[in-house]
């Protein structure tokens, strides 16, 4: 007689013929099913599993659908082993993408080819391939530390090749048109800090006022704030070590900010009473509760437009900030260290499209240093 959670095995007959079920308990009232044509397989089976289940392996095995098994690894392994955000990111390329088109599929059935021509449709579509293959990757690699299956199909699987998109971002004129435009706009001081500090999004929306030194003129970045699907606003760990960083502010940014709180403290806090909402944040509703980012990103549409600027992303003010620094000679590891990069060929290689300019400038500087003129 076996206890629930060693699972069950069950007789069933459809249409005259004779199956046996195995069903086996996976937790938080999930089960696997599996049927058998005869009983000395579900035996072997429910005692494979158990087998699998007491040194801690996953109880799925190479008879086990792709969307069963990357449904488990999420809740199993990315869940408890990454940042939200991470999770929330994984979770909805797998929704989106991979269940839709590989749910359905045999974990062991799965090989390069199948996974090839999977990544070039989704290509085909304006869907970064690479980004959807990592996914996949890192979930099969699981599957063969955990001996599901014996190899990565997608490790294997070619990736198209396309052009790497080159960053939107403004020139210095155009970046003075940007704050011109700005002025006034409840978002004026979030998008002077983008663009004069290179933050990003999730950075600057999880600054607190503690957060910035006003006599220093500096800014630290510890934490940031994303939208976590069914968890409303959570707080994380920056992106990486280099992230948390402490950053100098220009100081037409720190007259915004200043300008900012005193809005923040004397009419939001006082027009919404009882409503407000202490929760210490630089950048926050008229209530003190965090932005919704989608109010942000129209706001910032209806600027560009208005302003006769080219379409931007709010990660193109950060890119905005990048360049302009180029341009003005800065040292690309200062550069690095003001974004967070976390290498400097990090920031070498996203902005390499400066760097025939800046050749040219340093050739330029050169002249003039020995011929003198």
Known sequence: MRTRNEGSIYKITRRGKTKWRVAISLGNARRSMRDFDTLA?????????????????????????????????????????????????????????????????????????????????????????????????????????????????????TVPKREPKQPTFLSPTQARTFLGAVKGNRYEALFAVALSCGLRLSEALGLSWADIDFDEGKLSVNKQLRSVRGAGKAFSKPKSRRSVRTIPVPQFALEVLREHRLTQEFQDRLAAGARWQDSGLVFCSKLGTPCDERNIRRSLDRVVRAAGLPRLRFHDLRHSCATLLLAQGVDPRTIMEILGHSSITLTLQTYSHVLPQLTQEAAERMHQLLMGR
């Open 41 to 157: 397989e579900a035996r072997r089976h429910l005692t494979e599993a158990n087998r699998r289940k007491e040194v801690g392996l996953p109880t799925v095995d190479s008879r086990t659908r792709l969307g069963t098994f990357l449904t488990r690894w999420l809740e199993d392994h990315v869940k408890p082993t990454t940042r939200p955000a991470t999770f929330e990111s994984y979770s909805a390329i797998v929704r989106n993408h991979l269940l839709p088109a590989l749910g359905d599929t045999l974990v062991s059935r799965l090989t390069p080819a199948a996974v090839s021509s999977f990544l070039r449709g989704i290509a085909d579509k304006g869907i970064s391939a690479e980004h959807v293959r990592r996914v996949l990757r890192n979930a099969l690699n699981y599957a063969v530390k955990h001996e599901v299956v014996s190899r990565n199909a997608a490790s294997l699987a």
